[in-house]
């Protein structure tokens, strides 16, 4: 519940909701997206060297519970779909031994990114809620935004929704 103190007219609200809304609305793009992040283990990821396929951009950290509880679907389906491919973006100041540490008890198939919580990628920019997931269609667009945890049966969903032929117009 949202109480504000001293509403005026009641533009300070009108204003928080529409910024709220248009972040969380914030799922589509007609431009193609990429970047490149370190990896955990050693070389770089672009986003580009996957295009063709659909990609599951995860944003998580160690810490944090909904993140853990979605690790296994998307190693699942990391390793079941050949049409998609997950990365994971590491969302936290940690060091490469406490991450590998992590992953020996996780079992995480799918690669592991590194994103500077200072400077994260753009055009994502920092995520606004963790675990956040971002589903890139086969052009590099952003076809759709999850924010909060999102299971294996959801993206796939998505995923098959959208024609062979229309997956770089996904929407």
């Known amino acids: ?21 248009s972040v969380a609305a914030r799922e589509e793009s007609n431009e193609p997206v990429d970047f490149t992040l370190p990896r955990l283990g ?10 063709g396929g ?17 690790i296994p679907e998307l190693s699942q389906l990391h390793d079941e779909r050949d049409d998609v491919t997950v990365l994971g973006l ?18 995480i198939s799918y690669p592991i990114l590194h994103v500077d919580v200072y400077h994260p990628p753009e055009p994502f920019g920092a995520p606004k ?11 590099g667009r952003v076809a759709k935004t999850y924010l909060g945890p999102v299971t294996r049966e959801v993206i796939e969903h998505f995923v098959d929704s959208v024609p062979a032929d229309k997956g770089s117009k996904a929407r």
């Open 1 to 21: 519940m949202l109480r504000v103190k001293n509403p005026g007219n009641g533009k300070w609200l009108i204003l928080l909701m529409i910024v709220t809304f």
């Open 42 to 51: 050693g070389g770089e990821i672009a986003l580009s060297d996957y295009l």
């Open 54 to 70: 659909w990609v599951v951009v995860n944003y998580w950290a160690t810490w944090c519970a909904p993140c853990r509880k979605e």
């Open 90 to 107: 590491a969302f936290e100041d940690t060091d490469d031994e406490a991450f590998e540490t992590f992953l020996a008890e996780f079992h």
């Open 129 to 139: 809620v963790l675990p956040t997931t971002i589903i890139l269609d086969t052009e």
